[in-house]
């Protein structure tokens, strides 16, 4: 009986697995938006229409776009983001490493490090609540009333920036934006269209000079992002541009 | 004025905070799914988190963040789903136990005896509807247990994805009998 179920386990996987012409996650996103350049995608969705595996697939990657707790859910969600939140808090404070159920080991300055704990911890209890009122995937989530313990919080109406953006004829000398009667001061950071970091800076003025050394990598056609972010006096976080891109023309 | 030029690596940034804000809900939702347990789920959630940020540099906007996110997310637990136990036996064996005992009709003959992979998938095509498809291949080609199908594409019938595999094990039995009568004829 075993030796006959792992049989026929084995022969249905290798029989279900993708085959070459199967859409990867990534393809199966691009047609669902239209990102997908032709024709790749005419003869992608050709082949997903009739493809079980795909369509697969795709209901997953559906419910995964619309995933929201079902209220059986919802008490286990919240004690997961409650926990992570305690985790993060943990991590940030100690030094040691540890260790996830399958080995992943969590850096020192890992991930939710960068991110600013106190400012996660808020989105992700935020976004738990937000999920009870609907929450959607292209719209903003909403956020709950700044709280005392809040390290970051986002408001909607964020940073104009006034340069440089789009295709300019030279390197830009400097980045500019409006100020923000609420920011005390501002952190920008230049990157490659990849989000790898460039150069960042903190400056209290509503621009920053550019050192001669990132000038030097900024090169003809080649597309780079900006961003600033505004801080109150007390280093939270109160407002984010966006990212911005620009490039030197050919 | 703090300044600092970058050696290179991943430009964490206020835009890594912005993702996760957006779609914590449905990476933490996700993993409860798979795992149908709250530790576990918040372990896989933390290793997808981990990944993420990890590979935020090979991310060139090209899709959307969250297919991007998706994708991630489905390999984590695939991989966890692979590193756990074997699949459910109870559930095997009351899956085995409602299908007639007929070592001819199992769905894999179909494999076997069709002419190409391409043709017997064509078959399941056919002859299953197309919740019974999806149950078929998760279970089947990527060994996802039953009770997680049944949360991940939120069945709400009273034995879930169970009903849907005998189903469609039935169907799949009925068109190989068919089929080899067919043969026989010929």
């Known amino acids: 009986m075993a030796i006959a179920r792992s049989r026929e386990r084995s022969l249905l996987r290798k029989a279900l697995s993708p085959s070459y012409a199967c859409a990867t996650p990534l393809e199966l996103g ?17 082949h997903v229409s009739g493809c079980a595996r795909c369509q697969t ?10 995933a929201t707790p079902r209220p059986d859910e919802e008490g286990a969600v919240s004690w997961i983001s409650a926990r992570l939140e305690r985790r993060f808090a943990e991590a940030s404070a100690g030094p040691s490493l540890s260790r996830t159920h399958h080995g992943a080991a969590l850096p020192r300055r890992s991930w939710f490090t960068a991110l600013n704990v106190g400012g996660f911890a808020l989105a992700a209890a935020t976004l738990v609540a937000a999920v009870t009122i609907g929450l959607r995937e292209g719209r903003a989530p909403e956020l709950a009333p700044p709280s005392p313990a809040a390290s970051t919080v986002l408001r909607s109406d964020g940073i104009t920036t006034l340069s440089p953006a789009g295709d300019l004829d030279a390197p830009p000398n400097e980045l500019r934006w409006e100020p923000r009667t609420d920011a005390a001061s501002y952190s920008v950071q230049v990157m490659e269209v990849d989000h790898a970091e460039l150069w960042s800076a903190e400056t209290r003025d509503a621009s920053i000079a550019l050192p001669p050394a990132l000038r030097a990598r900024i090169v003809p056609g080649k597309p780079l992002l900006w961003e600033v972010v505004a801080k109150d006096a007390a280093g939270r976080v109160v407002a984010w541009s966006g990212k911005q891109r620009f490039r030197i023309r050919t | 004025m703090a300044n600092h030029l970058a050696a290179g690596g991943g430009g964490a940034s206020i835009w890594l905070q912005e993702l996760f804000r957006r779609h914590y809900t449905k990476v933490v939702t996700w993993c409860l799914r798979v795992a149908g347990d709250r530790e576990e789920a918040h372990d896989l959630a933390q290793g997808v988190f981990v990944k993420a940020q990890r590979h935020l540099g ?13 994708s991630i997310t489905r390999s984590e637990c695939l991989n966890y789903l692979k590193s756990r136990s074997p699949l459910d036996d109870a559930l095997e064996d ?13 769905p894999e003959h179909i494999f076997e005896l069709r002419s190409s992979v391409q043709a017997a998938r064509a078959l399941l095509d056919r002859v299953l509807t197309e919740t019974e498809k999806r149950v078929f291949t998760l279970h089947y080609g990527d060994d996802v247990p039953l009770q997680a199908i049944t949360r991940l594409l939120g069945l709400e019938n009273p ?23 067919a043969e026989r004829v010929a």
């Open chain 1, 57 to 66: 697939e795709l209901t997953l990657l559906k419910e995964f776009e619309n």
């Open chain 1, 30 to 46: 691009g047609l669902g938006d239209g990102s997908l350049a032709q024709p790749g995608a005419a003869r992608l969705r050709n």
């Open chain 2, 58 to 70: 090979a991310f060139r906007g090209d899709s959307r963040v969250s297919t991007w996110l998706y």
């Open chain 2, 94 to 106: 009351d899956v085995a136990e409602a299908l007639p005992d007929d070592p001819e009709s199992r």
């Open chain 2, 159 to 181: 034995s879930g994805a169970k009903a849907y595999l005998v189903s469609a094990r039935r169907k799949l039995a009925r068109a190989l009998q068919r089929w080899r009568a």
